[in-house]
C-alpha cells in the first residue's frame, strides 16, 4: 500500500477489462464540444502500457487514412467512458514499437487463441 | 506576513483529476487539528504568533519542562510544539483547535519546510556550475570548478565564493502554491505542485503574502 492511497482510491477505475500490449481495443472518448458532450471511438492496438498507480497509462496504435495516430490514455482518467477488449494480441514482449517501422500484414498482431 | 496558517506532515505526491478532467499534480499533507498551547503578543514576547501542537503522545514520554507547559495550558500534549508567526493573534485563545478548513480550495498558500539533504556537494550539484570537458586532454578535472581566483593580487580567494560544501537539509519556502482540496474529515490537504522535503516531514502552510 502507497501512503497516498488515501487520495488516489476514490480516483482508481475498477470498471475497466484486464488489457494488455498487443490487444486490439475500442477507447470510448468522452469529447466536448461547444458545451455539447458525444462519445468519439478510438479503435487500434495498445503498443505500451506506461507508469504504474493512479498516474498509469496505455498508448493505442491505429491506421487512419495510411497515416499512423497514436494516443496515450491515463488508465484511470474519467474521459474514457467504456474500454472494449476485441482481440487479445499474442505478442512476446511488453512494448511493441517495432509497429511503427511497418505497414500492412506485417504490422498485424497475432491474436491470442486459447486452445 | 500571514493572516492564517497551520502545520502539517508531508505524505507524497500523486495526482488527481480536476472537473475539467485534466490531471493536477498535487501533493498530499496531513494536517491533522492543531491546539494553540500559548499565544505569543507584542506586548509579552516582541512578535505575535501561537504555539500548537498537534497529534497525540505518551504523557510518560514527555520531559518534565514539556509536561509543565502542557499543564499550565491545560492541552493534551501532542507530537511536537509549532510556532506559527501571524500578522495578530486577535481571536486565538490557549487551547482553541485550528484545523485544514481554515484554507479553502482555490486559495494561494507558501509552504515552508526543511529542504532534504544532499550532505556535501560538488559546486555541480551545488550551484549549477558547468564542470569541464568529458575529453580534450581532460584528466581527473572533469567535475572541478575551475579557477577561483587571480595571482598574488589579490593574493587570498574572496569569501563567499560559491564552491563545495553542504547542500540541503534548510528551511525552505515555495511561494504561491494552490490548494486543491482541503478536506476536514480525513484531515488531508491537498496543495498543487511540490513541496519542499522529505515524506514524514513537517511542513508550515501559510496564506500566500506575496500572490493575489
Known sequence: MKTTDLVDNQYRRSDLPAFGPGDEVKVHVRVVESGKERIQVFQGNIIAIQGSGIGESYTVRKLSYGVGVERTFPVHSPIVAKLEVLKKGDVRRAK??????????AAKVREKRDS | MAQKAIVGEKVGMTQVW????RVVPVTVLRVEPARVVQVKTNESDGYAAVQV???QKDANKLTKPEAGHFDKAGVAPGKRLVE??????????VGQEI???TLAAGELVDVTAVSRGKGFAGGMKRHNFSG???SHGNHKHHRAPGSIGSCSFPGR?????RMAGHMGHEQVTTLNLEVVQADLERGLLLVKGSVPGPNGGVVIVRNAVKGK
Open chain 2, 157 to 161: 580567494v574572496f569569501k563567499g565564493l
Open chain 2, 18 to 21: 480536476a472537473e475539467d478532467n
Open chain 1, 96 to 105: 511493441l514499437y517495432y509497429l511503427r517501422d511497418r505497414t500492412g500484414k
Open chain 2, 99 to 101: 484545523a485544514v478548513d
Open chain 2, 84 to 93: 506559527l508567526r501571524l500578522d495578530s493573534v486577535d481571536g486565538f485563545s
Open chain 2, 53 to 55: 501542537t498537534y497529534g
Open chain 2, 132 to 134: 569541464q570537458g568529458a
